[in-house]
């Protein structure tokens, strides 16, 4: 079915019509159309189009599509150019004539902004509560193994040491952000379309505030034409997805090595891994691997609507037709994504003598030791070359951090007192690091309890 026709003289090319039509995919915004047509023939009836019967029969057809809708046979056959056709398609067969008001001072325009807001909402808030599981999750794992002491890394060379739990933490930070970004981006979905014709503003004096409350919406737009021509809360929400998934991917690059045979640090659970159809000895880090490429499918989406929006004329354009594929399917691979991780957090387990070893046996302490003699008093240039000298003397003479004796460390150079041969151990170092956001056991132990106030927090 067409919702125009009266201008042309012979109807539309089969090819056209395959070319144009948008239901194979806009079909999953049909119970957000029909909540939108409720609240509209509400409105209709307000300004005196529709009588109450009429009204609250239309509505009635309304809720009846929506049900049928959930059935798979609902689309079958369905030739209709979008879901807004098939919707109006379906309220002729059950209301009738009645059905040909529903559209009246109102344009696919302003209710393809409507229904796609009202889907992004409600995906939204379904990805922040996975977001906000994974958060647990982590924090679970952080707590789980809170003295670990792993290496830190600085262009994949160990750097400092840090506990497990402040490297877990700094992930959460990110995904923290992450929520807050979705959220940033609900308050700009949130703002209600409707009202604005095609790009002029509706001919008819609608109440847009009142339908506005109706459907949850916080504020209405301000302006006809930007709605025509506005897609940034779909871009804000790409945006927003991108980041999740690059620390997603980053996070996935980390235990892809980490549960490797060259770090050995992590096993990842069976249920999340894959054997190879030859090697029989393979456990391969599939899911990890899946999450790392898909980031790559949602940059593109991103990156899909900005070219197909930054040379658009005012207002729409049937260009826009685009954003709806790469923003469900952003949508779809967060969403999958961020189940996946979780799974792989609550199947992960740490073997923390071996990032602990690694630590132990390379030069990861030689700041702490620099630090200290600055501490004492050598200023800060020289304590580093000293330091630094005491790590090639070990490096040509074998020896790890833990072979040295206090007397052969004042014997190196006079500046290192005799206690400084503690620091010869991470953990020791690390004692220093207590300013906030440090890696300091306290200041850990206080992020830790800090991480899940705040999960709490959203919790409730
Ligand atoms: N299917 C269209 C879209 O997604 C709905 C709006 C159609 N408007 C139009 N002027 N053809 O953009």
């Known amino acids: 079915m067409k919702l125009w026709g009266g201008r042309f003289e012979s109807g539309p090319n089969e090819v056209f019509e395959r070319f144009s039509g948008s239901l194979h995919f806009d079909k999953r915004l049909i119970d957000a159309d029909c909540r939108g047509s409720q609240a509209f023939a509400r409105e209709l009836c307000r300004v005196g189009i529709l009588t109450l019967d009429e009204r609250d029969l239309l509505i009635a057809a309304f809720d009846s599509i929506r049900t049928e809708a959930r059935s798979p046979e609902f689309f079958i056959g369905a030739d209709d150019e979008d879901v807004h056709t098939v919707v109006i398609r379906k309220l002729k067969e059950k209301a009738g004539v009645l059905a040909d008001k529903i559209h009246t001072g109102r344009s696919r325009n302003e209710q393809v902004s409507l229904d796609s807001r ?15 599981a994974l958060l647990e999750s982590l924090v679970k794992l952080a707590r789980q193994y ?81 709605v025509s021509a506005d897609r940034d809360w779909a871009m804000d929400f790409l945006y927003a997805a991108s980041m999740t998934m690059l620390h997603l991917s980053r996070i996935s690059e980390d235990w892809i090595l980490y549960s490797g045979e060259e770090f050995q640090w992590m096993e990842l659970g069976d249920g999340v891994t894959s054997g190879s159809s030859l090697m029989p000895q393979k456990k391969n880090p599939d899911s990890l691997e899946l999450i790392r490429g898909k980031s790559g499918r949602v940059f ?20 826009m037709q685009e954003d709806k594929e790469p923003l469900f399917d952003a949508a779809d691979q967060l969403g999958a994504s961020l189940e996946m991780m979780k799974a792989v957090v609550d199947s992960a387990s740490l073997k923390p003598e071996i990032p602990a070893a690694a630590a132990e046996q390379s030069w990861v302490v030689a700041t702490d030791l620099a630090e200290a003699l600055a501490r004492a008093g050598t200023p800060f240039h020289s304590a580093h070359k000293i330091a630094g000298r005491l790590v090639l003397a070990s490096v040509q003479a074998g020896k790890k951090p833990a072979d040295w004796t206090a007397d052969e460390l004042t014997a190196f150079a006079p500046e290192f007192a005799s ?39 959203w919790r409730t």
């Open 118 to 132: 009202l889907w992004l909402r409600e995906t939204i808030d379904s990805t922040v509560q996975l977001l906000t």
């Open 300 to 319: 593109a989406s991103l990156t899909s609507i900005y070219i197909m929006m930054k040379g658009l004329p005012m207002t729409y354009n049937r260009d």
């Open 146 to 226: 809170h003295g670990a002491v792993i290496p830190g890394y600085t262009h994949t060379r160990r750097a400092q040491a840090v506990l497990w739990p402040h490297y877990i933490l700094a992930y959460f930070e990110m995904f923290a952000r992450d929520r807050e970004r979705l959220l940033e981006t609900r308050k700009r979905v949130n703002v209600f379309p409707l009202g604005s014709g095609a790009l002029a503003g509706s001919g008819f004096p609608f109440d847009r505030d009142a339908m506005a409350r109706e459907l949850g919406f916080e504020a209405i737009t301000r302006n006809s034409m930007d």
């Open 419 to 457: 206690d400084m041969i503690r620091l010869m151990h991470p953990a020791e170092g690390m004692k220093t690091r207590e300013l906030p956001g440090g890696t300091g056991p306290a200041a850990v132990a206080r992020a830790l309890d800090e991480a899940e106030a705040r999960l709490t927090s």
